[in-house]
């Protein structure tokens, strides 16, 4: 459905909605009241590439029984079809198997590059879906969950514990459906610069901070 609109990611004419985050990740039973933003079909569709792959990281990752029981069904019968073949070769050759004393697992690795994108797509949709035009500026994430090389996850969360943990700053979103994806943020402008922080909860288990600066 066009929308009258500027695009949440680049301000230009929006041509669908787009749900932030991806619908995929909800069960088909929790499935109202999505989060929607405009979006033009650079910053919909072309995206739209890096949703199933991240709907099985987020579940693989989730500890509540929604995530468990969507991988075992929906996510897994979408990696056996025929056509996601690409898909599940490139999420098998992505694994490196680790020993855990008499048992093993899988750690999964993960383009950092894909990473970025995925949440920044969520980062900014929700900046618009809060403030109501594009963000602008240079997007960031980082998780616990999603480890990536050469990042000071320890120094990180010092630098933001001070806004995320005020509730003066941080304010929390009302979502129809918080067991699967619920989220807190807060907005500064000083000096002609703007900071958006927000802190995204999957599954009720996979955290990830999220800002924006410009």
Request: charged share 20%; net charge positive; hydrophobic share 35%.
């Amino acid at each position: 459905m066009a929308s009258t609109k500027p695009c949440y990611w680049c301000g230009g004419k929006a041509s669908s909605v787009d749900h932030v985050p991806s619908k995929s990740i909800f069960p088909k039973t929790k499935r109202t009241n999505l989060i929607t933003v405009p979006a033009c079909d650079a910053h919909n569709q072309q995206l739209a590439t890096f949703d199933e792959k991240f709907r099985f990281y987020l579940q693989a990752r989730g500890t509540n029984p929604d995530a468990l029981q969507e991988l075992k069904t929906t996510t897994y019968r979408g990696l056996t079809n025929p056509k996601a073949q690409g898909l599940a070769k490139g999420l098998a050759k992505g694994s490196v198997r680790i020993n855990l004393g008499s048992a093993f697992t899988y750690a999964l690795r993960i383009d950092p590059r894909e990473q970025n994108l995925y949440f920044e797509k969520i980062i900014r949709g929700l900046y618009f879906h809060v403030v109501g035009r594009p963000a602008g500026g240079q997007a960031l994430s980082f998780s616990k969950d999603f480890m990536m090389p050469g990042l000071d996850y320890v120094e990180l969360q010092k630098l933001l514990n001070e806004y995320l943990n005020d509730p003066n700053f941080m304010t929390e979103a009302q979502v129809a459906n918080p067991d699967i994806f619920r989220f807190k943020y807060g907005r500064s402008q000083e000096g002609g610069h703007e900071i958006f922080i927000v802190a995204m909860l999957f599954y009720q288990g996979v955290e990830v901070i999220g800002w924006l600066h410009k």
